[in-house]
């Protein structure tokens, strides 16, 4: 039996992650400051502990690890990334789990880790139309992220391939391109366009209005969880390190992602334009590399995981109110 470590199991993409390596036959150790706010993990073994402290990272680095998926990460959406107001916690913070994981990993002779970048790295600069035909994984450099989250990967993806290349540490490197689906943050501050747009069609009555920030037309392309997975997954079993581009090339507006939402809930919704924190005007992920190095690149219909999303949230919604009731 294949022994993982995932670092980052309590949130979004950790915890599926954690269903997948299980139902794949791993044993699987799961670690995070805190526990998966929406689902039981079955975690062979869970830690509760901050990898900000090298004395967790060194107790959960064990020998005999077959693999580790890095994913601990301080983030959020566009409302906690670009405000600039965490700016330092989320640089810091980072970067200390990136530093103790991988010190680690090196120590104890690890087979193979994975680490888990963002298309936040590429320059700010070649994002400004909203027609961005597409991110080349070559396009990194010259370096120019949009904020220091993207800064922050982008140190994290060449101090992976430093050990790589000075310890002989198997290393795979992906940058995702805003994953999406249920039992994510959909609310609080931290959550991403899909899902906050999802929760507030599905608070809006009918006929309602909802609030978008700018004018609505800066593009995303987004990633729904199973895809991101597959693409993980099939990573790891590779010799290629990456990075690779882990992301749909499937690109909307987010205007176009809110009507999408209101067509799922079937609710006549007015847009609502106001000021509010944006990123760059167009991010799209250019699948070209992966299709070549892994024969494969995601394929299925943003409409598919809105419809999923969208359906949990709601539930979500609805077993609030009834709590309250």
Same mark, same amino acid.
């Given at each position: 039996?294949k022994?993982?470590l995932?670092?980052?199991?309590?949130?979004?993409?950790?915890?599926h992650l954690?269903?997948?390596?299980?139902?794949e036959g791993?044993?699987?150790?799961?670690?995070?400051?805190?526990g998966?706010?929406f689902s039981e993990?079955p975690?062979d073994?869970?830690?509760?502990?901050d990898?900000?402290?090298?004395?967790?990272?060194a107790?959960?680095?064990?020998?005999?690890?077959?693999?580790i998926?890095q994913l601990?990460a301080d983030?959020?959406?566009?409302?906690?990334?670009?405000?600039?107001?965490?700016?330092?916690?989320?640089m810091?913070?980072?970067?200390l789990c990136?530093?103790?994981i991988?010190h680690?990993a090196m120590r104890?002779h690890?087979r193979k880790?994975?680490?888990s970048?963002?298309?936040?790295?590429?320059p700010?600069?070649?994002?400004?139309?909203?027609?961005?035909?597409?991110?080349? /994984?070559?396009?990194?450099y @010259?370096?120019?992220?949009?904020?220091?989250y993207?800064?922050?990967k %982008?140190?994290s993806?060449? +101090?992976?391939?430093?050990y790589?290349r000075?310890?002989?540490?198997?290393?795979h490197?992906?940058?995702?391109?805003?994953?999406?689906g249920p039992?994510g943050?959909?609310?609080?501050?931290?959550e991403?366009?899909?899902a906050?747009?999802?929760r507030?069609?599905?608070e809006?009555s009918?006929?309602g209005?909802?609030?978008i920030?700018?004018d609505?037309?800066q593009?995303r392309?987004f990633?729904?969880?199973?895809?991101c997975l597959?693409g993980v997954?099939?990573?790891?079993?590779?010799?290629f390190?990456?990075?690779f581009?882990?992301g749909?090339?499937?690109?909307v507006?987010?205007?176009?992602l809110a009507?999408?939402?209101?067509c799922?809930?079937?609710?006549?919704?007015?847009? /609502?334009h106001i000021p509010? @924190?944006l990123?760059?005007?167009?991010r799209?992920?250019?699948?070209? %590399?992966i299709k070549q190095r +892994?024969?494969w690149?995601?394929?299925q219909?943003l409409?598919?995981?809105?419809e999923k999303?969208?359906?949990?949230?709601d539930g979500?919604?609805?077993?609030?109110?009834?709590?309250?009731?």
């Amino acid at each position: 039996m294949k022994k993982a470590l995932v670092c980052g199991a309590g949130g979004f993409i950790g915890g599926h992650l954690v269903k997948r390596l299980k139902a794949e036959g791993y044993w699987v150790r799961g670690v995070d400051i805190k526990g998966h706010e929406f689902s039981e993990l079955p975690c062979d073994e869970f830690v509760l502990g901050d990898l900000r402290d090298p004395t967790v990272a060194a107790s959960v680095v064990s020998d005999g690890l077959d693999e580790i998926y890095q994913l601990a990460a301080d983030m959020g959406g566009a409302g906690y990334i670009f405000t600039g107001e965490h700016d330092a916690d989320v640089m810091h913070n980072s970067a200390l789990c990136n530093l103790n994981i991988l010190h680690e990993a090196m120590r104890k002779h690890a087979r193979k880790i994975f680490y888990s970048s963002s298309a936040c790295i590429y320059p700010e600069g070649i994002q400004t139309d909203p027609n961005n035909p597409g991110l080349k /994984e070559e396009f990194a450099y @010259p370096a120019q992220p949009d904020s220091e989250y993207g800064w922050e990967k %982008l140190f994290s993806e060449r +101090l992976y391939l430093s050990y790589r290349r000075n310890y002989g540490l198997e290393v795979h490197v992906a940058r995702f391109h805003n994953i999406f689906g249920p039992e994510g943050t959909w609310q609080g501050g931290k959550e991403k366009a899909p899902a906050a747009i999802c929760r507030k069609v599905a608070e809006a009555s009918n006929p309602g209005r909802i609030e978008i920030w700018g004018d609505g037309e800066q593009t995303r392309s987004f990633l729904f969880i199973d895809e991101c997975l597959e693409g993980v997954r099939r990573l790891m079993d590779s010799d290629f390190p990456g990075p690779f581009n882990i992301g749909s090339d499937e690109m909307v507006s987010i205007n176009e992602l809110a009507r999408m939402a209101a067509c799922i809930a079937d609710k006549s919704i007015q847009l /609502e334009h106001i000021p509010g @924190p944006l990123g760059v005007r167009g991010r799209n992920s250019e699948n070209t %590399l992966i299709k070549q190095r +892994l024969g494969w690149a995601p394929s299925q219909p943003l409409r598919v995981g809105m419809e999923k999303t969208y359906a949990w949230i709601d539930g979500q919604i609805k077993r609030q109110s009834s709590n309250c009731a």
